[in-house]
């Protein structure tokens, strides 16, 4: 069993950033893809980022590529999301989740822990 713990998330302006942390216990955290998804209100949980548990290769939705980047620590059971530029649109409660042992995957549904998610509020 993994738990996941977000934190990082506040409030900005616009063009400001913020980094977001996702702190894991439980289980083998370099055995793990992890991935960042966010969910606004009203809309549906939707893929922004993710790194594979081995490798280290990163992969980004379209409307955040070259804002946002994904990073791990191993050694401190963490990943995080550094994100630039911050839009209007990009207001949402941050997840992280974790995979075993698979690719990055832009479906929800592919993880298999979830933490509890952060408020990023970003004003114009």
């Known amino acids: 069993q993994v738990q996941l713990v977000e934190s990082g998330g506040g409030l900005v302006q616009a063009g400001g950033s913020l980094r977001l942390s996702c702190a894991a216990s439980?289980?083998?955290?370099?055995?793990?893809?992890m991935g960042w998804f966010r969910q606004a209100p009203g809309k549906e949980r939707e893929f922004v980022a993710g790194i594979r548990w081995t490798g280290g290769s990163t992969y980004y939705a379209t409307s955040v590529k070259g804002r946002f980047t994904v990073s791990r620590d191993n050694a401190k059971n963490s990943v995080y999301l550094q994100m630039n530029s911050l839009k209007p649109e990009d207001t949402a409660v941050y997840y992280c989740a974790a995979g075993y042992r698979g690719g990055v995957q832009v479906v929800a549904g592919r993880y298999d822990y979830w933490g509890q998610g952060t408020q990023v509020t970003v004003s114009s």
């Open positions: 439980g289980g083998t955290f370099s055995s793990y893809s």
